[in-house]
């Protein structure tokens, strides 16, 4: 099963990192995601995270969390965290 928990915001092509404007639910290292998009359709595991350019090991709604992502991402992507439901 899949939640949408976000959108993505901007992207850094340089050091892949991908911002993610969370709206609902919390995400953590070791969680599985899905980021979704007209021409991406990436899943992978979450392994580093930052808000504020300070690592943090979960992030809550209304924060803007910044994703070391395996490939590109674009602006208006969405984020789902993937259950084991």
Do not use: C, W
Not at 10 to 18: A, C, D, E, L
Not at 30 to 35: E, F, K, R, Y
Not at 45 to 66: F, I, L, R, W
Not at 74 to 79: A, H, K, P, Q, S
């Amino acid at each position: 099963m899949e939640e949408e928990i976000g959108k993505i915001t901007h992207y850094f092509s340089k050091i892949n990192v991908g911002v993610l404007e969370l709206s609902k639910g919390k995400l953590q290292i070791g969680d599985t995601i899905h980021i979704k998009g007209h021409t991406t359709d990436l899943y992978q595991k979450v392994e580093s995270m930052q808000v504020e350019h300070k690592p943090v090991d979960s992030a809550q709604p209304g924060e803007t969390v910044g994703l070391k992502v395996e490939s590109p991402v674009r602006e208006n992507d969405l984020v789902l965290k993937v259950t084991e439901d």
